[in-house]
Each structure stands twice: as structure tokens, then as C-alpha cells.
């Protein structure tokens, strides 16, 4: 059963078109990059899947129980792209409250585990409001994370860290995928999403417009190699052409020190596929 | 239910830890403090073990003077409780749906299994509760003022007071509903200024009850019924002086918080009634709403 499935799910806000028609599956343990430009649909995408936007057409599921659903919430955990937690309570409170409204019995060492996963277990009793936002974000993912949840959708979830957060949340997301968690990653951070996801998904006015895993989607550029002549590219060369290649060039009497073979980047894939839209 | 009990010890901790809360405190003791002096100065001012003789001869009328100010000053006190809670309910309220959601604040427990009926239920639960206990309590501390003033007991006790909580709770749940439609900012001025109309259509009623007029008595009426906090109020400010007879009664009847009319037997089923349909339609209309 997938973690996740969504067919023809369409959203409209009176005239306008958030989407129109997505068909979208992450499968038990698998990491799902959603990538877009600003208003594509990504975050109305996740809303839906977590019951907070009601569909205009299509379904979505999440575990097999209609998003929304008891169950469906039961599920899943969510960190939404703009969110604030209340300043008075401090990270362990949080989290408890979390705890009794997942029903999750995990209690003290449950909290104490998420902590330490974020990163955040010297600031257990420190108030929310006095921490800086890349804590708070952290916090976020330790609350969506309450209850040991099949799904996880974190939307943004690394918008204001800093780069020793980025890569706190990038093995933490791998440490997801070791457990078997199945996780829907809404961001603009390409090169994060390529470095952790199993399959990318980009949305482009609504609708989905590529799909795949990354080496799927991406198309040669040719092989570079390194001589004693300097760097020459043969462009229309692919992977299995770069033996013959070097051994021409070695033949020629060329001395080779390295090659390349070249594909296109996921930042190429994604202009490609949303033809330079932004927002 | 569990999961409304969850959210109602959360914004029970929330009432008392957010800033507000000595805000209203400081409010509140301000009040009390200014209530017991003026209360102490103003009997001092007054002889109260006389009567006052109006007329001649025959047509002699008694008028109380220790009831007739106990009770006015009490009535004055009573319009300040109901305020007081009013804010307090404004404050606990006036946010919970629009306002947390463009915050961010509300879909971290939205997403939850508890739903949004628990999240309504216990939002209304926990500021009818908190501002509940605070106009009783503060109801009480200003009558052991006036008794310890002037020896005056009111002719009803315990009905007034959960008069006065069965308003904040209908404010609360009027507050709770706007919070679904209107942003924080908007929905806070909307209740105020429903709350005022209230209070002047209460005025009108009154007045219109001293000139005999059918249509300020009717504007009355139907303002009760539209918002019955102000019914209540009304309620409570009559059971004060319930039995009071004679010119007395008359008397107050002249004053700015004696002339409220009885709301009749059927003032309580009826505010049962209208939470329960607001929070129906609150709820429906939640339900659709796209956070």
C-alpha cells in the first residue's frame, strides 16, 4: 500500500487554478522530492494531503484512509511551510502537548529521542519565544515527528536554517529513510532534494510536468576529458562512448588525465521542465 | 471528548501564560480597588440608617436609602464585571480560527487526529470556563465589598452570578464564531461593538419601559433575543433587588442599573439553545474552511 496517493486532485480558488489534476504516489520508505516554482501547487498539494484544504475534485489517500480522515491524521506528520508555535511553552511542553493530541504514548524518552535528533536537547526547558528560528524549525520537524508517524510532509522544512542545520536535517532525513518513514519534501533547495530524495516530482501551474528519479530525468551532455592538450568535449557523446573515446585519443598519442561524463543537473531539469516560470 | 479535553487544557494554560493575563489581573485589581473606595466614601457621604420621606401627608412614600444605594452601586459593579469578562472573553477568543491559522498557529494541531469539532469544543470549553470563574469571583469579592460597606445583602445571590457567566459564555461563543470568519484585529472591534449594541439596546429598554414606549420595547426585545448575554444581564441586574417593593423599587427602577425587566422561564433553555445552534452552524462552517 502507498503512503501516499493522490489522483486528479484539482484545487481551485474561485478562478483561479492551484490544480489541476495531480496524480502523485510516494510509496512505504521511499524520500519524494516536490519541487516548483512559487504557486505551483506544492504547499495546496500537502494541505490537502493533511485535511487542511478540501479538494475540489480528485482523492487523495494517506495510508489507505482518506486524507483528512481520523485515520488519514493519525498517520502523518506535518510541518507547514509558515508556522509559529505558541512563546510560552518551552520545547519538552510542546512536544507533550504533541504527544496527547497524536494519542502517542511514547512519553519523557519519546521527547527526549526527538530532541536529540534535531539537535535541541540542551534547549529542552528553553521557552519557544526565546529561540532563534532555525531552532524553532527544528522544533517543528521534532513535533511532526511525535507519534512515529508513517508520512512525513515538511514543507520548506529548511528555509531558515543555516548550513550546519541543513545538513542536521539532511541526516535526519536519512535516518528517516533507514527506519522506513516515507517523506513528501516541499522545497526550493535543489541540491538538498538531490542529495537526499529517491524521486523527484515537479510541479508547474498545477500540474505535474516531470516525475522520476533523478538519473532517470536527466540527459547527456556529452563526456569531457583531460589531456595534455587541455579540455575537449565531445557533446554528443555519451556514457558508453567514453572508452572508445580515450582510446582514440591515447592512439592519437594525447596523454588522458581524467574523464567526464556529463548529464544535465537537477537545476536544469527543473528550468527545463517549468520553462523558466517563477512566481 | 478526550481530544476536546486535550485542547481545553491547552488554552486553559494558555489563558493563564500568555500576557494578557496580568493585564486583566492589574485591570481587575484596579477595579476593585476603586470600587471599595468609592463604595467606603460614598456611604460615608450618606446617612444610612434614615429613609427618605417623599410627598405629603397622605401620598407619603419611604425610600430606603441604604438599598437604594446598595443596590444602584451594586448594579454599577455588575456592569463592570460583565465588561471585564467581556474583555477577557474578547482576549481568549477573538483569534482562535482566522486569526491562529494566518499565524500559523492553528494547523500544527489541526493536522492532529482530535479534529476540528474537539479543537472548537475545547476552545469554548476552556474561555467559557476561565472567564466564568472570573466574573463569579470577582462578582463575589465586589459583594463582600458592599456587604462590609454597608450590610446589604442583594435580594438574589447565586442567580445573578451565574447569570453574569452564562453571558460571558455566550460572548465567548459569539467571539469563538466570529474568530471562523473574520481576522483577529476585525473580529476583537466586531464583538465590541456587538457587545456595546447590546448594552444600548438594554439602555433603550430600560427607558423605553419608563416612558411606556411599544417601540423602544420592542428594539429591547428583540435585541435580547438576538443576543441574550444582554437578556441575562438584564436578568441579574433585576434579581438584585427582586423583592425590593414599594418606592424603593421605584426608585431604582429611575437609576441607570435599576430599571431591567425579569427575562422570564424561558431565558435558559433558550441561551442553551443558541450556543448550541451557533455552535453548529461554527462548527459546519469550519469544517469547509480551507486553512
Redesign the interface.
Known amino acids: 500500500m502507498a503512503a501516499f496517493r493522490a489522483q486528479g486532485l484539482a484545487k481551485r480558488y474561485g478562478n483561479v487554478t492551484a490544480l489541476g489534476g495531480v496524480d502523485l504516489e510516494v510509496a512505504e520508505g521511499e524520500l519524494v522530492g516536490l519541487l516548483g516554482p512559487n504557486g505551483a501547487g506544492k504547499s495546496t498539494l500537502v494541505k490537502i494531503a493533511c485535511g487542511l484544504v478540501r479538494a475540489s475534485a480528485g482523492t487523495a489517500e494517506v495510508a489507505g484512509a482518506p486524507a483528512g480522515s481520523p485515520a488519514a491524521r493519525g498517520a502523518l506528520g506535518y510541518l507547514a511551510e509558515l508556522f509559529r508555535f505558541p512563546g510560552w511553552y518551552n520545547a519538552d511542553e510542546l512536544l507533550a502537548l504533541h504527544q496527547r493530541l497524536a494519542g502517542s504514548e511514547g512519553g519523557e524518552a519519546e521527547r527526549a529521542e526527538l530532541l536529540d535528533l534535531v539537535g535541541l536537547t540542551e534547549a529542552r526547558s528553553r521557552k519557544v519565544e526565546d529561540m532563534s528560528k532555525g531552532m524553532q524549525q527544528r522544533l517543528g520537524i521534532a513535533q511532526a515527528l511525535v507519534g512515529r508517524p508513517r508520512l512525513l510532509f515538511l514543507d520548506e522544512p529548511t528555509s531558515a536554517l543555516d548550513p550546519v542545520g541543513r545538513r542536521t536535517v539532511r541526516r535526519l532525513l536519512e535516518e528517516l529513510r533507514r527506519r522506513g518513514v516515507s517523506v513528501l519534501l516541499n522545497s526550493h533547495l535543489l541540491s538538498e532534494v538531490e542529495l537526499v530524495c529517491d524521486r523527484v516530482v515537479i510541479l508547474s501551474k498545477g500540474l505535474v510536468v516531470a516525475a522520476g528519479r533523478t538519473e532517470e530525468l536527466a540527459r547527456p551532455r556529452g563526456v569531457e576529458v583531460d589531456t595534455d592538450a587541455g579540455t575537449r568535449l565531445f557533446d554528443s557523446a555519451r556514457r558508453e562512448d567514453a572508452p572508445r573515446i580515450v582510446a582514440e585519443l591515447v592512439a592519437a598519442g594525447e596523454k588522458v588525465y581524467g574523464v567526464r561524463v556529463l548529464e544535465t543537473t537537477l537545476e536544469e531539469i527543473y528550468l527545463e521542465a517549468v520553462e523558466g516560470e517563477t512566481s | 471528548m478526550r481530544?476536546a479535553v486535550?485542547?481545553a487544557g491547552?488554552a486553559v494554560q494558555?489563558s493563564v501564560?500568555?500576557r494578557v493575563f496580568p493585564v486583566v489581573l492589574v485591570l481587575t485589581l484596579a477595579f476593585l480597588g476603586l470600587y471599595s473606595f468609592g463604595v467606603y466614601k460614598a456611604y460615608q457621604s450618606i446617612d444610612p440608617g434614615s429613609t427618605e420621606s417623599v410627598g405629603n401627608g397622605d401620598q407619603l412614600a419611604i425610600v430606603d436609602t441604604q438599598v437604594l444605594f446598595s443596590a444602584t452601586l451594586f448594579g454599577l459593579s455588575i456592569f463592570a464585571v460583565l465588561f471585564l469578562g467581556t474583555v477577557l472573553a474578547i482576549f481568549l477568543t477573538h483569534a482562535v480560527v482566522r486569526g491562529d491559522a494566518e499565524?500559523?498557529?492553528l494547523?500544527?494541531?489541526?493536522?492532529?487526529?482530535?479534529?476540528r469539532a474537539a479543537l472548537l469544543a475545547g476552545r469554548f470549553g476552556a474561555a467559557a470556563l476561565v472567564c466564568a470563574v472570573y466574573v463569579v469571583l470577582v462578582y463575589a469579592i465586589s459583594l463582600f465589598v458592599m456587604h462590609w460597606v454597608t450590610g446589604w445583602w442583594p435580594d438574589q445571590i447565586v442567580v445573578p452570578a451565574l447569570e453574569l457567566a452564562a453571558a460571558v459564555a455566550v460572548i465567548v461563543a459569539i467571539s469563538l464564531f466570529g474568530s471562523i470568519f473574520l481576522s483577529a484585529i476585525a473580529n476583537g472591534i466586531a464583538i465590541f461593538m456587538v457587545f456595546g449594541a447590546g448594552l444600548v439596546a438594554g439602555l433603550l429598554g430600560q427607558i423605553g419601559e419608563a416612558l411606556n414606549s411599544d417601540s423602544l420595547n420592542t428594539i429591547a426585545n428583540v435585541s435580547s433575543w438576538a443576543l441574550p448575554f444582554e437578556a441575562l444581564y438584564q436578568d441579574a441586574l433585576n434579581g438584585i433587588t427582586s423583592e425590593t417593593a414599594g418606592f424603593t423599587k421605584v426608585a431604582l427602577s429611575l437609576g441607570p442599573f435599576g430599571g431591567a425587566q425579569p427575562a422570564g422561564a424561558w431565558l435558559w433553555p433558550y441561551v442553551v439553545a443558541y450556543l448550541a445552534a451557533l455552535g453548529a452552524v461554527g462548527l459546519w462552517a469550519f469544517n469547509?474552511k480551507?486553512?
Not at chain 2, 107 to 115: N, S, T
Request: hydrophobic share 35%.
Open positions: 481530544g486535550i485542547v491547552y494558555e501564560r500568555r499565524r500559523g498557529l494547523q500544527p494541531l489541526v493536522v492532529r487526529p482530535v479534529g469547509r480551507d486553512l
